[in-house]
C-alpha cells in the first residue's frame, strides 16, 4: 500500500488541485466517477448550502462541495492523521468554510441544521440506519442526503429516493426524509 493517497478535485474553484493525505487501511475514498454522478444531481443546488459529510475519510465530498460555493462544510473524521491531514489542506488552501471535526460520526454532537448530508460509511458495517437515524432531527426543511453504500443495504423506512445508480461497484442515491 502507498504511503500518500492523492485525489484530484473535479469541478468548482478547487478544480484540478490534488488532495494528498497518509493512506490507511479501509479508506475508500469516492471514485471520480461516482463523484460526478453526485454533483451532477446536486447541479446548482449546492452553493450558499450547510453540508455535513458524516464519514470523510478522504475528504473529497467535503471539498467537492466547497469547491462548488457551499456556505459551510463539516466534516468528521475517526481518524486523527487523516482529520489532521484534511484540515491541514483547508488551511494551505484556504478553504476556510471546511470544518474537520475529529470523531465518531454517530456520537458527535452536530451543530445547527444541514441543506446536504453525505453518507458513505465503511461497508460492511452496517452504519447506514444509525446515520439516517441521527441526522433526521438535523435536516433543514428541503434537506438532501446523498448515500454510497455496497450491494445488499435496504434503506430503512421513512426515506424518499429521488435519484438512484450504480458506479462500480458503489451504489448511489439521493433521498430525502418523508
Given at each position: ?69 457551499a456556505s459551510e462544510v463539516i466534516a468528521i ?102
Amino acid at each position: 500500500m502507498a504511503d500518500q493517497l492523492t485525489i484530484r478535485i473535479a469541478g468548482g474553484q478547487l478544480r484540478g488541485r490534488k488532495l494528498s493525505l497518509p493512506n490507511r487501511d479501509g479508506l475508500r475514498p469516492t471514485p471520480s466517477r461516482a463523484r460526478e454522478t453526485l454533483f451532477n444531481w446536486l447541479q446548482g443546488w449546492v452553493e450558499g448550502r450547510r453540508v455535513l459529510d458524516m464519514f470523510a475519510g478522504a475528504g473529497t465530498l467535503s471539498f467537492e462541495a466547497a469547491s462548488r460555493g457551499a456556505s459551510e462544510v463539516i466534516a468528521i473524521e475517526r481518524d486523527k492523521s487523516t482529520a489532521k491531514a484534511l484540515d491541514n489542506t483547508a488551511r494551505t488552501w484556504g478553504v476556510s468554510e471546511l470544518q474537520v471535526i475529529t470523531g465518531c460520526a454517530l456520537s458527535t454532537p452536530l451543530p445547527g441544521a444541514f441543506d446536504l448530508v453525505f453518507i458513505d460509511p465503511p461497508f460492511g458495517q452496517s452504519l447506514l440506519a444509525p446515520a439516517l437515524e441521527k441526522i433526521r432531527p438535523h435536516l433543514a426543511a428541503d434537506a438532501m442526503v446523498a448515500v454510497e453504500h455496497e450491494a445488499g443495504v435496504t434503506l430503512p423506512e421513512g426515506w424518499g429516493v429521488l435519484k438512484s445508480t450504480k458506479v462500480g461497484a458503489d451504489h448511489l442515491l439521493l433521498i430525502e426524509a418523508e
